[in-house]
């Protein structure tokens, strides 16, 4: 039931712009339907392998899982402008904005369905290098990949401006603004009381959404978007424990 909208005055005519309700009156004169619950499925299967001898404990779980009538906020529609053969979808399109008294409306609606498959991987290992000093390596890695799948479910009165309903930067934002891979290593030496760890963390490109001359060459293309390359991040800490109440941490991210 969120919504916001402006209301303009434009040569003595009011008008409105923003977000509607789905239970309004402009949602019911575009034809856009109440909101329903979103329905999933999913899949999964796993695998897990140790060797004592190593001390060395491997997983791998995988996953599948479909998602139907998601919600998303759709890109403001518009009213069409100029004169258009009565009962043309154009025509129509004008009625509706005028029954609803807009110029510009935007609606949540169940507008694609999603997958998204992944794999998680994780490999532990823990040993003893001498006397009172330890040592534990464990590594993460995932792989995902989230995608819309079959048509967009547009609204009759609204099918000539389909891209509105799930636009170049929502598919950025649904598809691509999440790193594909992601993967961690620790390592944990403990000896004497301390705890010295160091981590990294690595995150592959995404993408930004926004659509600009990402290249400069002074065309905006519609699907043109910055890259943002692959990272390494790495993480230092050391610490000290007085007792098994008390312990003290110093470290810095981001090195």
């Known amino acids: 039931y969120y919504s916001s ?5 434009q040569q ?6 923003g977000t509607f309700r789905n239970n309004s009156e402009a949602a019911q004169a575009l034809g856009i339907p109440k909101l329903k619950q979103e329905t999933s499925q999913s899949y999964s299967t796993g695998i897990t392998w140790k060797i004592p001898a190593l001390s060395l ?48 409306a935007n609606f949540f609606a169940n507008a694609v369905d999603s997958q998204t498959k992944g794999l998680d991987i994780t490999i532990s290992q823990n040993s003893k290098i001498s006397s009172g000093v330890s ?20 609204s009759p009165k609204l099918v000539s401006q389909i891209n509105n309903y799930f ?30 760890v ?11 959404a926004d659509v600009v001359d990402a290249d400069f060459d002074g065309v905006k293309g519609s699907t043109e978007h910055f890259v943002l390359n692959s990272r390494l991040v790495t993480d230092l800490s050391v610490g000290y424990n007085f007792n098994k109440n008390i312990s003290a941490t110093i470290g810095s991210n981001n090195i």
Do not use: C, M, W
């Open 167 to 196: 636009s170049e930067p929502n598919r950025i934002y649904f598809e691509e603004a999440v790193p594909h891979v992601k993967a961690t290593l620790a390592n944990t030496v403990r000896a004497s009381g301390f705890t010295f």
């Open 12 to 17: 003595g005519v009011t008008t409105q712009v």
């Open 198 to 208: 160091l981590r990294n963390s690595f995150f592959g490109k995404v993408t930004d």
């Open 57 to 104: 404990t491997f997983t791998a779980d995988a996953y599948l899982i479909k998602i139907k009538d998601r919600v998303v906020l759709t890109d403001l529609f518009y009213r069409p402008d100029g004169s258009f053969t009565p009962g043309s979808d154009q025509a129509v399109l004008q009625n509706a904005f005028d029954l609803a008294r807009a110029s510009a």
């Open 5 to 9: 909208t402006s209301t303009l005055i």
């Open 135 to 154: 040592l534990e390596n464990n590594l993460g890695i995932n792989f995902n990949q989230t995608k819309r799948i079959g048509d967009i479910h547009a």
